[in-house]
Every structure is written in C-alpha cells, then in structure tokens.
C-alpha cells in the first residue's frame, strides 16, 4: 500500500478516470480498462484527499498514457 501509517481505505486511480468518462487507457503500449491493476493504488482516506487536493504527489508505478 501507499500509505504506510494508516489502514488502507480506498482504490485511487493513477490515471484520473474523469468521472467515467475515461474507459480506457494505454499502459506500455497496451491498451488496458481504466480500472486495471496498473492504474490503480491502495491508500488510505486521508492520502486520497491529499492527491485531490495536490498536496501530495503521486508518481506512476509505470509508463502510463492517459486513453481517449
């Protein structure tokens, strides 16, 4: 998990899924469903609200590109 002094909590996406509007995006070279296991991360609730209000910045696991 992200967050090591709390219990994790939520799933964040890496790459944002614009509130569904994102169904796909491109991993590698791969094209992957937004919700695939390399597009997301286990934190908790209160690192979640940091990366959505930018006070926390989270670095990809790898070379993703966001789909159309």
């Not at 967050?3 to 799933?11: A, D, G, H, I, S």
């Not at 509130?19 to 937004?34: A, L, P, R």
């Not at 979640?48 to 990809?60: D, G, P, S």
Request: hydrophobic share 30%; net charge positive.
């Amino acid at each position: 998990s992200f967050c090591e002094l709390n219990p994790v909590q939520e799933t964040h996406h890496i790459v944002d899924q614009k509130q569904g509007k994102v169904k796909e995006i491109e991993i590698n070279g791969v094209k992957k469903q937004i919700n695939h296991k390399d597009n997301l991360i286990m934190i908790c609730g209160s690192c979640h609200n940091k990366i959505t209000r930018k006070e926390l910045i989270l670095k990809r696991k790898r070379d993703i590109i966001e789909g159309e």
